[in-house]
């Protein structure tokens, strides 16, 4: 058995390090834990859309740290990571506080990623955090107003790309005609067929354009800048909505300070980063060596977290680490208000029906995080028999 000296320490308390530090108090209820992050409150980020479009409010997908994290028994320190000593196991914040560690995990999670195209960082909205999604729907509030047939492009034919669309279109039918831009020659490419063939069809029936095999050159005040097999084209636009790809939050790395692999920590399948056994890092900013196609969602960064859990358990009594192995639980999307589609666990499930499920999906794995979601939700839980074979025990998101 190693002793515990100074605290276990988690920067960045989304859905990996939320996960571990949960999962390790319940493993080792005597281990001191320490978990820090820059905001107040954990955002739910699959609910994003569903706060946009006033289905859910605010307050249901954003419970705060200090509540989960005092009722778990877990000290938890609002704070800003801006440097690692890695061979001094010291951490440095925002307020010049230091601390020192035995074991660090971190998991600062993803911003996103303009690909340094001009005029995309002063002149497009995002959604990435719950900051993005404040400022998104002050403008479509005050636009609403005013507007008929506002030219809206997307840009960024995944996931947070095809629900935009649909949830906008259905919040503001004829105020905005939207387009989504898509670099590659399909919506959806990493997705499951199912998923890909519902959103085109969510998409037809919303009269949504879809521009593929198209990229974007700029973004100007009143213009964009579109470039596709037959050239440049530049197009008036009201809003451009950026949700063309993510880079991970290292902004407290030095450079050349550990190994990356497109630009993620590199971690081995033990989920620990090289040279330095006592730290760790998991969900969206690293990638495992020979694991390297993983997802960047938080199905990948729970199951992470709670796998890291049990290590740092094995580690602790002086055992080895076990391997990470991803389990592929399905994939869900919501694709306008009151639709969603699945696909997994051998189910596939399009509509209303998926939608609720996808919501009482989301509700039964949040009783660990959130206790205000679960009380809100209650009138979901009526119908759980229904959507019982959806309900795993496990990590799927
Ligand atoms: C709109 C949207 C919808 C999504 N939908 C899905 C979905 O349906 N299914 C799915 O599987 N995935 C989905 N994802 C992806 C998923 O949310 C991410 O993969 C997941 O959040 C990654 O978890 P994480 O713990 O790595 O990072 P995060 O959950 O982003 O958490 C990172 C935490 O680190 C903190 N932090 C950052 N920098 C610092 C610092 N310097 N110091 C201290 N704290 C810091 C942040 O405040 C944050 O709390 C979605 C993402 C978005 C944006």
Known sequence: MNSIQKPIVIVGAGFAGMTFAL???????????????????????????????????????TPKFANIFSDAGITFLRNCLTKISFKEN???????????????????????????????????????????????????KNIQKTSFNKKLFIVGGGP?????????????????????????????????????????????????NILLN?????????????????????????????????????????????????GRILVNNNLQIENYKNCFAIGDISIIEGMEDLPITAQVAMQEGNHLAKNIELLIQGKDPLPFDFQDNGEMISLGIGEASISGLGVTLSGKLAFEARRLIYTSKLPDITESLKSASSWIFQKKSIFKKFLKKDNSI
């Open 90 to 140: 010291i951490l440095e914040f925002s307020d010049e506080l230091k601390l020192s560690y035995q074991y660090l995990v971190i998991c600062t999670g993803s911003i996103p990623n303009s690909f340094l195209i001009k005029g995309v960082d002063e002149n497009c909205y995002f959604f990435n955090d719950f900051r993005d999604l404040k400022k998104l729907k002050s403008f479509l």
């Open 23 to 61: 999962n390790l108090k319940n493993l080792n209820p005597s281990l001191p834990i320490l978990v820090v992050d820059s905001e107040s409150n954990f955002v739910f980020k699959p609910l994003m859309y569903e706060v946009l479009s006033n289905e859910i409010r605010s307050w249901e997908a």
């Open 214 to 262: 198209a990229t974007v050159k700029e973004v100007s005040e009143t213009k964009i800048s579109i470039s596709n097999e037959f050239g440049i084209t530049s197009l008036d636009k009201d809003i451009v909505i950026w949700t063309a790809g993510v880079k991970p939050n290292l902004s407290y790395l030095e450079n050349n300070e550990i190994t990356k692999k497109f």
């Open 160 to 208: 947070s790309g095809v629900e935009l669309a649909c949830k906008v279109k259905d919040m503001f039918i004829d105020q905005f005609e939207i387009n989504v831009i898509e670099k590659s020659n399909e919506i959806l490419n990493r997705n499951k067929i199912f998923n890909r063939e519902q959103a085109e069809q969510a998409l037809e029936k919303r009269k949504i």
